[in-house]
């Protein structure tokens, strides 16, 4: 399945200049805790997604809000002369396709 | 006092729900606040000095957030006004508070706090090796400092305490840290720092606290020693577990913790319970206070001038072979130059292929599959505007009529929306300072002056 299958939502936006963050929201415990168990978003997986966080991937799981959290350092500062989306609220569509491996329930 | 209620509306110029609002003012709040900037719109507020939205477009907003105050005789306070929250800033946004006052017949005791900061203290804490780069950052130079445009403190909640010490009843702040906007009433009156900051935290973004933002709904915080209560003050809103506690979640780094100049917001243990439909209550909220404050210091300086070209492509052949056109337009555009005398120092040109990568750059996983159209980018920043002025009228023509000599006069390149092709797009800056300085008492008082006056009708 894929995470856009499960998540209620995902989105991307900058934390500060520098870094980028992503946050996974589910609608109910059970997809949350699903893909906590699952894996799915781990360091390598989110390297391959984005080299440039090589050695600088942060995940969270943030149980009030049913939220799986990664922080990455941005590849440049927001707003340079060479910016391509200086708020990063669109760099999370790689996201969209990572496969859950999912159990028989 | 025992219990105090801040009452929240969403950034300066964003709306909110009149109603709500109304409503919101009958739960009688001690202090209404809301958020006036952000660094998330880039650099080019605080380069500038330009408010992130002119003063027409806030006018009628800040008049019902002004009247609701006087009406109510409880203070209002605002920061990171105009956007970047530098001097010019605060100035502006004072000289609209008094027009706003003085039509309205409202008096107010006005504090404005600015935060701007100058080369030479920044000269001061790079000598003494007190300011450290922040994320990613490069160690601060003296170097940087030359280029420099406009730098600001983020203030945390001190040099509010101060301005409520001498009794404002209206607070204009330059550069805040969010939830200082909203922690600095109830930790005036005495309230502890842990359940003050993190109810600040939670509504420091106004409705996004609630389901639905889209109905503006102000939120209301009821701040206890022990607790704090946050629900929405519009009819038929809700603030839940998830939206509540999902505040301090988003487009922070660490949702556990959160870094102000007085110490760290610690939520790692912290409880949210839905205590009725429209409530969420919070428990065992923390809070690490620093031994030194560390104030955050946001820079901008200037790159250059920039005009930009928007055009549609819907040639197969050239979209399927853009890499080739798009370094044949780079090279002849610099053999244009150089016959005005402008070598390739002076300005930078780049191209961003919308329908391929021009959102992810080399990052873009699909960036084989370009669509049956594309849009490109044109990117223009030349050194001076002198340079821009004889640059630009040849940044279209270049690329259009690449190619076109042969065979039948006429035809281009480029399908363009508008007329003119080219778009002058002013001034571009980039974050020069994203760094943390550790300051003493001394210098928060220098670097965050509190101003008083009196303000309004009776006062002239």
Redesign the interface.
């Given at each position: 399945m894929k995470l856009s299958e499960i998540a209620f939502f995902i989105?991307s936006?900058?934390?500060?200049?520098?870094?980028l963050?992503f946050?996974v929201?589910f609608k109910d415990e059970r997809s949350f805790e699903l893909v906590l168990a699952s894996g799915a978003i781990d360091e390598p997986t989110i390297e391959r997604?984005?080299?440039?966080a090589r050695g600088n991937v942060?995940i969270?799981s943030?149980r009030?809000?049913?939220?799986i959290?990664v922080?990455v350092?941005?590849?440049s500062?927001?707003?340079?002369?060479?910016?391509?989306?200086?708020?990063g609220v669109?760099?999370f569509?790689?996201l969209l396709d990572i496969e859950v491996p999912c159990r028989d329930s | 006092m025992t219990e105090v209620r801040v009452l929240a509306t969403c950034a300066l110029g964003l709306g909110f729900s009149y109603k709500g609002f109304q409503a919101g003012l009958e739960r009688s709040p001690h202090v209404i606040a809301c958020d006036a900037g952000s660094s998330d719109y880039g650099p080019y507020s605080l380069g500038s000095g330009k408010l992130q939205k002119p003063a027409a477009a806030i006018e009628a907003e800040y008049t019902t957030l002004l009247k609701g105050a006087y009406g109510l005789g409880v203070p209002f306070v605002t920061g990171s006004v105009g956007g970047a929250g530098d001097n010019a800033h605060v100035d502006q946004m004072a000289e609209l508070t008094r027009r706003v006052a003085d039509r309205n017949k409202l008096r107010f005791r006005l504090a404005e706090i600015r935060a701007s900061i100058s080369p030479a203290f920044l000269e001061r804490k790079i000598r003494r090796d007190e300011i450290v780069p922040l994320g990613g950052s490069e160690p601060l130079t003296e170097k940087t400092l030359r280029s420099l445009s406009a730098a600001v403190g983020q203030m945390g909640s001190e040099p509010f305490l101060r301005a409520l010490d001498a009794r404002a009843t209206l607070i204009l702040a330059g550069r805040a840290t969010d939830p200082a906007i909203f922690a600095c009433v109830p930790l005036h009156h005495g309230l502890p720092d842990a359940t003050c900051w993190h109810a600040a935290k939670c509504v420091d973004k106004g409705y996004l606290a609630t389901t639905r933002p889209r109905d503006g709904s102000p939120v209301l915080a009821t701040i206890t020693k022990d607790d704090f209560r946050v629900e929405p003050t519009r009819e038929g809103s809700f603030c839940t577990v998830s939206t509540v506690s999902g505040m301090v979640v988003y487009e922070n780094h660490d949702p556990f913790r959160i870094a102000q100049p007085e110490g760290v917001i610690d939520m790692t243990e912290a409880v949210y319970t839905q205590e009725n439909e429209t409530t969420v209550r919070v428990t065992k909220s923390r809070f690490a206070p620093n031994a030194v404050p560390t104030v955050k210091i946001e820079g901008a300086s200037i790159v250059g001038y920039r005009a930009a070209v928007m055009a549609g492509i819907r040639d197969p052949r050239l979209i399927a072979d853009i890499d080739a056109f798009l370094a044949l337009y780079r090279e002849t555009f610099g053999r244009v130059a150089r016959s005005l005398g402008i070598s390739e120092e002076q300005y930078q040109l780049r191209f961003r292929v919308y329908g391929r990568d021009a959102v992810m750059g080399p990052y873009e996983p699909q960036r084989g599959q370009a669509g049956h159209e594309v849009g490109l980018l044109v990117d223009l920043i030349a050194q001076t505007p002198d340079l821009l002025e004889r640059l630009s009228p040849r940044l279209a023509a270049t690329g259009s009529r690449l190619g076109m000599d042969e065979g039948a006069v006429g035809g281009g390149n480029f399908a363009f929306p508008f007329s003119p092709a080219v778009f002058q797009l002013g001034a571009v800056y980039e974050w020069s300072i994203w760094h943390i300085a550790r300051l003493s008492d001394t210098e928060m008082a220098e670097i965050f002056p509190v101003t008083i006056s009196e303000i309004g009708h009776e006062a002239l």
């Open positions: 989105k936006n900058n934390a500060g200049a520098t870094f963050t946050d929201g997604l984005y080299p440039f942060k969270y943030y009030p809000a049913l939220v959290k922080t350092p941005r590849p500062t927001s707003g340079g002369p060479a910016e391509r989306d200086f708020d669109q760099q569509a790689p | -």
